[in-house]
């Protein structure tokens, strides 16, 4: 029962972006979300919660059955699996409500009701996975071949039993599910802090105007040309973000020693086990990616030398990787985005786009930024039985197309894999979540550079494909090396205060861009920069982010290459949804993630794209 009763903060589907906006758009009523097709009213939506707090309560009764029959097995799932369907769903009307403004108390106290109700569900719970465990396999096996009616449960079962040796004893268990939202505090403390409680700077910048240099102001401000308004921007965010290192250290520390404490008590050697055994990934996948990462460093660096040589810049610092290498003076609102993108997914055949239009012209999207509402991006595809929801920031620019494109990728993936999959094997594991996402985006910029009305524009284009690469690939990785790190320093026994952490992030920061060798130096202010990544309190998350991004241009490829059944062979991995172990249903695809293969494609890509870039430099140069 694990790979569904687990809980987090950000719960299943929320997949974010490092999207940040900047402007504020009034007219955003018509571009609202309808939460209303969840439950019409707030009254509805805790009446709901309350019926199915008392529902919970019948989960006890059938405590010492699991191993009579089928029957009563079946009965029992079916209980279970029916109340936390609903679960999800209230807990995502009180999180996107909530996610609309932060600001509102009343929001965020219902949001802590549908944790509370999440907390009682794994409570009454927690007795199952010993149960089923003590049955043993044979039996439940038996059970499952006899009655058809468990055939949805079987990869559920199946996993659980598999996890026998770090399921504790039924007490423990029970124990521990009482704490399952004290096991939240830290993310949701460092929310409250990164998202309300930081009072940022305003700013007068080069133009005359004034900004507010916060988390969406930094992202607008870090990609400017102007190279003064970039490092006054970075060195006005560090520098707030630096008051709270010792704060901010403390919380992460606390994230990171409850988790290593947790891996023990269920008897894993690391963090990093724990997280690859859950998926059931294989060791390999992140020793491979890892080792590929650092070789491919020099074309890293390349980049960056190609980047400083576009900027004009001699010695590239770290407030020059953000601003584009071309100017592109056009406008994406979201109308544009929604017609562009269509256009470029024709290549995955009419019923990709034809479903995609008749849900983009649906009431599924909160679009533009406004006051108090949560920064970045994310889709919501917890509503089995409604649709997904995407929360935006569209600002009107070519990274808002992108992460349109981006977030319904997570949409298609979660429509494909419900149309396909009943409720118990629909939701997909973290590792196969990104690459309908990372492989949407490829495909858009493909369409762009095909398209692009001059050589200045197919540069932009080709850019952005190079930053693309270097956002997912190499810096996501440098995450997860920082995180690893973390995970073994208190695994060693060392302590970690805000300076040892800043002190590690550097280190990496460091080596990851060339600063020693001279190819981007990086001052001590901005190895602060650790403190303002969420996805830290996500237990090793984001390696997955670099995996998704290589095996979707794996499967891109084979699209390219073999047409209408590389789009098939891509539509049944979406299909799959969590059906099975997310790395065999990506090798069944033709994709082995722990071999370097598939990542030394995505380095070669790389190394490509700046070949035909230098090209069309040198080719204006002659002109």
Known sequence: MKNI???????????????????????????????????PSLEAWDAERNRLLEQINNIESFRGSLGNDAESLYTAMRLVSDIYKEVLRVYSYASMEQDEDLRVTDAQERNQLAEGLFAS????????????????????????????????FAFMLGNTLRQGEHTLSDETEQALSYFSQSFDAPSNIYSLIANSDIPFPTLTMSNGDEALINSQGYSFWRGSQNRDDRKTAFDAY??????YNSSVGMVLNSHVQMQVALARTRQYDSVLERELFND?????????????????????????????????????HYYDIYPSLVSLDKVFDIETSKEITLDAMSVLGEDWVSMQRDAIAQRWMHVYPQQGKRSG??????????????LLNHNDDYDSLSTFAHEWGHA?????????????????????????????????????????????????YLGQGLENMRGTFFRQTMFAEFELALYEAVERGEALSGARI?????????????????????????????????????NMY??????????????????????????????????????????????????DMATPEPYRAVVARMNAIMDEMEALLDGQAVN
């Open 412 to 460: 298609m993936h979660t429509l494909y894999a419900q149309q396909a999959q009943p409720f118990e094997t629909a939701d997909y594991a973290t590792f196969t979540a990104e690459i309908p996402s990372t492989s949407l985006e490829l495909i858009l910029e493909q369409y762009m550079v095909n398209n692009a009305e001059s050589v200045e524009e197919k540069l932009f």
């Open 5 to 39: 009763l687990f809980y987090t903060s950000f719960i299943l589907l929320l997949f974010f972006t490092t999207s940040f906006s900047f402007a504020q758009n009034e007219e955003f009523d018509p571009h609202t979300w309808d939460l209303e097709s969840l439950y």
């Open 238 to 243: 560090w520098g707030k973000w630096a008051e």
């Open 280 to 316: 059931n990934l294989p060791n390999a996948v992140y020793r491979t990616l890892v080792e590929e990462v650092n070789n491919a460093l020099p074309t890293l660096h390349r980049y960056f030398k190609l980047r400083g040589r576009m900027l004009g810049v001699e010695q590239m």
């Open 121 to 152: 569900f794994n409570q009454a719970t927690a007795w199952i996975d010993p149960e089923l465990i003590a049955v043993g396999a044979e039996r439940i096996n038996a059970f499952v071949e006899d009655n058809e009616d468990l055939a949805p």
């Open 377 to 390: 991006a994310y889709m919501n595809g917890s509503a089995y039985d409604v649709h997904p929801y995407l």
């Open 502 to 538: 800043t002190e590690i992030y550097g280190d990496i920061l460091r080596r990851y861009h060339g600063h020693d060798e001279g190819v981007v130096l990086i001052d001590d202010l901005y190895t602060n920069e650790w403190m303002f990544v969420p996805h830290f309190y996500y």
């Open 542 to 591: 984001v390696f997955q982010y670099a995996t998704s991004l290589t095996a979707g241009t794996a499967l891109y490829a084979k699209i390219v290459e073999e047409g209408e059944a590389g789009v098939e062979n891509y539509k049944n991995l979406l299909r799959a949804g969590g059906s099975d172990y997310p790395y065999d249903i990506l090798k069944a695809a033709g994709v």
